[in-house]
């Protein structure tokens, strides 16, 4: 069974850092760009970060530039997102997807698999 599972969320205050991971089962992520997207009540899912299955690419929106991190470990079949000064306009669900592509990555819908997401609250 192919299976992305996020993990990391949680209740951060404002300024506070999270680590998200996404770790793949039944399937490599070494022929996969990786990206991570974020969706908060009321708003459409949004881009956030992606990175090119060799991790020489990446990309970021431009509200999370500086502050966030993308990463990965094909040896632990796994990809990270490192945020830092989290923000309260940051709350969202937060998904990680996988793209079969050559080179690159891009930050738009097309994904071949999803995770479940999980849950950020930047809250004091």
């Known amino acids: 069974q192919l299976q992305l599972v996020e993990s990391g969320g949680g209740l951060v205050q404002p300024g506070g850092s999270l680590r998200l991971s996404c770790a793949a089962s039944g399937f490599t992520l070494d022929y996969y760009s990786i990206g991570w997207f974020r969706q908060a009540p009321g708003k459409e899912r949004e881009g956030v970060s992606c990175i090119s299955r060799g991790g020489g690419s990446t990309n970021y929106a431009d509200s999370v530039k500086g502050r966030f991190t993308i990463s990965r470990d094909n040896a632990k079949n796994t990809v990270y997102l490192q945020m830092n000064s989290l923000k309260p306009e940051d709350t969202a669900v937060y998904y990680c997807?996988?793209?079969?592509?050559?080179?690159?990555?891009?930050?738009?819908?097309?994904?071949?698999?999803w995770g479940q997401g999980t849950q950020v609250t930047v809250s004091s």
């Open positions: 997807a996988a793209l079969r592509r050559l080179f690159g990555c891009v930050l738009s819908n097309g994904y071949d698999y």
